[in-house]
C-alpha cells in the first residue's frame, strides 16, 4: 500500500509500547512507595522529620525560604559535634539494619524476628537529629518543588517583612505618596508588598488601563489609576493634560486639590465653564486645518470628498488667517461662514493689496470655490456638524472669551507646567464630546511635533479616559507622537475591542479583571513578557511593562491616593 500523510493523520499509529507499561502517576507511586520504604528500613528520624516539615509547610503556606531554618539549625548543630562524629551517627542505624537483615543466611531465625533489625533504637535513632535535621530539609524543598511542577505554584502566605512592607506602602498611598524615584505608583505589589510603579521612561512609550465594561464596575476604578499617575506628574511640576469622556464627577475637585500644593496653574473646559478653548485662532493654517479635520466624525464620507475637505479647510483657513474678521466672533463660526463658494470669495476680496500672498491665496481661493459649486458634498460634514457642536452646551465654550486665566490652552499648559482638564461628558451630548476630544488630541499632536522640532523634551503626561470615543489609529499616532516628544499618554478604556486592538501599540499595560490575560496574550506576550496566571477579581490588576526593562507584576492592588483638602470621593 503506498504511504500517505494524509492518511497517517486520520489512522495514527499504535503506540510501540508494550501494554503492561506503566502510566505516569502509577510509576510516581511506585517510587514514592519505594522511597518511604528505604526510609522506614534506614531513615526514620529523616523520614519523620520530613513529614513534620512537610505539614507545617502546608498549614502555614509559609514560603519554602522558611527551610532554611531547620537546615540551618542543622549545620551548627553537626559543625558543633564535627562532621566526622555526625555522619557516624547517621550511619550507625542504617549499618544495623544492613548486617541484621544480611546475616538472615546465616541465621535464618532474623525471618521469624524482623523487628530485631531495629534493637537499640532508642540509642541510635537520636543522634541522627542533627544530620536528619539536613536532610529532611532537603527532601521537603524537593517535595515542594515535585507538587509545584505538578499542580501550579500554591498561593504562599506573604511573611512579616511583605506584610509590613505592605501595610508601610498602603498607608502612603492612602495619605498620597504617589510619587517614586522615577516615576508614579499605581497600586501595591500584593506578592513583595512594594509599590507597583510606572516609571515616567516607561509612560512615554504609551499606558494602556483597561478593565470590563460597566457590569464589571471598573470605570471608577480605572479613573483612580489614570489619577494616580496623574497626581504623581502634578507633584513632579510636569505638565498634565487630562481629557475625561466618562463624566466623572470628582476628577475636576481631586485635580484641583492635587494641583494647589504644588502650585501647578490649573483650566478646567467643560459644559458648565468657565474655561474657554479656541486652539484655531492664529498660528499656522494648515495646523489649524489639521485641528479642525481632526473634529470631524468621516466614518460615513467617502475618501475623495475628505480629502477635498481637508485642500479646501486648509485654503479657507489661509484666506481667514490672511483677512481676518471680527475678534469677537469664535473661529468656528467664521469658518462656517466660509464653507460656501460665495463666501469664500468674499473673503479673498478683503485680503490687503499689501499682504505678500495675496495674488495665490485669491487664486486657490477661487478654485476652491469653484469645486464646491461643482461638488457641493465635499464639505457636507463639517458644514453640518460644527453648527451642531457650536449649538451644544459644551461647544458654547469654543470661544475665545475675555483675556485671563479662564482661557485654557494645550501648549500654554506645557510651557507653564500645569494642569488642563477637558471634562466631556459623553452621556450629555455624545457628538459634541467626540468632536472637542477629537479636537484636543489634534492639538495636542500639534504640541508633539512642535516640541519634537524644536529637540525639547515635553516632559509633559497627557490621559485620555475613555478613549473608546476616539479610532484606534489616531490613539496610536499619539502615543508614537508623544514618545518621540517626551510626553506620556495614558489610555483608558472599558471597551474590550479597542483595548485588545491598542494592546500592542503602547509600552505598559494595566489591566484588570476578565480582559487581563487576553490583553497580554494579544500585546505582550510576542515580546516574551508572559508572567504567571493573572489575577479575575475586579479589584486586583496586573501590570506588564516592555522597555526599557521587561517585567510582569501578576498580582496588584489598588489602594486610591487622595490629594490634601480632597474630600468629594
Known amino acids: 500500500m503506498p504511504y500517505s500523510a494524509a492518511g497517517q493523520a486520520d489512522n495514527p499509529p499504535r503506540s510501540l509500547q508494550p501494554r503492561d507499561t506503566p502510566r505516569h502517576g502509577e510509576l510516581i507511586a511506585v517510587v514514592a512507595l519505594a522511597v518511604v520504604l528505604a526510609h522506614l528500613l534506614l531513615a526514620q528520624l529523616t523520614l519523620i522529620l520530613t513529614v513534620v516539615l512537610y505539614a507545617i509547610g502546608l498549614l502555614t503556606r509559609w514560603r519554602p525560604q522558611w527551610l532554611a531554618v531547620p537546615a540551618g539549625a542543622g549545620v551548627l548543630w553537626v559543625l558543633a559535634i564535627g562532621p566526622a562524629r555526625a555522619g557516624a551517627d547517621l550511619a550507625a542505624g542504617p549499618r544495623h539494619v544492613l548486617g541484621y537483615l544480611g546475616g538472615i543466611g546465616r541465621y535464618p531465625g532474623h525471618l521469624l524476628r524482623p523487628f530485631g533489625a531495629f534493637a537499640g533504637l532508642g540509642h541510635w535513632l537520636p543522634e541522627q537529629f542533627p544530620a536528619a535535621l539536613i536532610l529532611a530539609s532537603a527532601e521537603v524543598l524537593g517535595l515542594t518543588w515535585l507538587r509545584w511542577r505538578l499542580t501550579g505554584p500554591p498561593e504562599w502566605r506573604s511573611g512579616l517583612v511583605v506584610a509590613a512592607r505592605r501595610w508601610l506602602t498602603t498607608a502612603t498611598l492612602r495619605s498620597g505618596g504617589v510619587v517614586t524615584r522615577d516615576g508614579g505608583c499605581v497600586g501595591i505589589d500584593v506578592a513583595t508588598g512594594r509599590p507597583a510603579e510606572i516609571s515616567w521612561g516607561e509612560a512615554e512609550g504609551g499606558v ?193 472669551g475675555p483675556p485671563g486665566p479662564g482661557r485654557v490652552s494645550v501648549g500654554r499648559t506645557v510651557r507653564e507646567r500645569g494642569v488642563s482638564l477637558f471634562s466631556l461628558d459623553r452621556g450629555a451630548d455624545d457628538q459634541a464630546a467626540r468632536m472637542i476630544a477629537g479636537l484636543v488630541v489634534a492639538d495636542l499632536m500639534g504640541v508633539c511635533a512642535e516640541l519634537q522640532a524644536m529637540s525639547v523634551p515635553g516632559d509633559s503626561l497627557a490621559w485620555i479616559n475613555g478613549c473608546e470615543v476616539l479610532g484606534q489609529r489616531v490613539l496610536a499616532d499619539l502615543v508614537a507622537q508623544g514618545r518621540g516628544a517626551g510626553m506620556g499618554v495614558v489610555l483608558a478604556t472599558t471597551s474590550v475591542p479597542t483595548a485588545d486592538r491598542l494592546a500592542a501599540a503602547v509600552n505598559v499595560l494595566v489591566t484588570r479583571g476578565s480582559m487581563a490575560g487576553g490583553l497580554v496574550a494579544s500585546g505582550l506576550v510576542a515580546s516574551g513578557l508572559a508572567g504567571p496566571d493573572l489575577p479575575p477579581p475586579a479589584g486586583e490588576f496586573a501590570l506588564v511593562a516592555r522597555e526599557p526593562r521587561p517585567r510582569t507584576l501578576s498580582h496588584c492592588r489598588l489602594v486610591p491616593a487622595r490629594p490634601a483638602g480632597d474630600q468629594a470621593r
Not at 278 to 303: H, N, Q, Y
Open 208 to 400: 494602556l488601563c483597561a478593565g470590563p465594561g460597566p457590569a464589571g464596575q471598573d470605570g471608577p476604578a480605572l479613573t483612580e489609576t489614570g489619577f494616580m499617575l496623574a497626581q504623581a506628574a502634578i507633584r513632579r511640576r510636569k505638565p498634565v493634560i487630562v481629557v475625561d469622556l466618562t463624566g466623572s464627577a470628582w476628577l475636576a475637585g481631586a485635580l484641583a486639590a492635587a494641583c494647589a500644593e504644588p502650585g501647578a496653574p490649573f483650566g478646567c473646559f467643560g459644559p458648565a465653564g468657565p474655561g474657554y478653548y479656541e486652539p484655531l485662532r492664529g498660528g499656522d493654517p494648515a495646523r489649524a486645518a489639521a485641528l479642525v479635520m481632526g473634529m470631524i466624525d468621516w466614518s460615513d464620507v467617502p475618501d475623495r470628498h475628505r480629502r477635498s475637505a481637508a485642500a479646501y479647510l486648509a485654503d479657507a483657513l489661509a484666506v481667514q488667517a490672511a483677512a481676518p474678521g471680527d475678534r469677537r466672533v469664535p473661529v468656528l463660526d467664521d469658518l462656517v461662514g466660509l464653507l460656501t463658494p460665495g463666501g469664500l470669495r468674499e473673503r479673498a476680496a478683503l485680503i490687503p493689496a499689501y499682504h505678500p500672498r495675496r495674488d495665490v491665496l485669491v487664486d486657490r481661493a477661487s478654485v476652491s470655490a469653484g469645486l464646491l459649486q461643482t461638488d457641493p458634498a465635499m464639505v457636507a460634514a463639517p458644514a453640518a456638524q460644527l453648527p451642531a457642536l457650536r449649538a451644544s452646551a459644551v461647544g458654547a465654550w469654543l470661544q475665545p
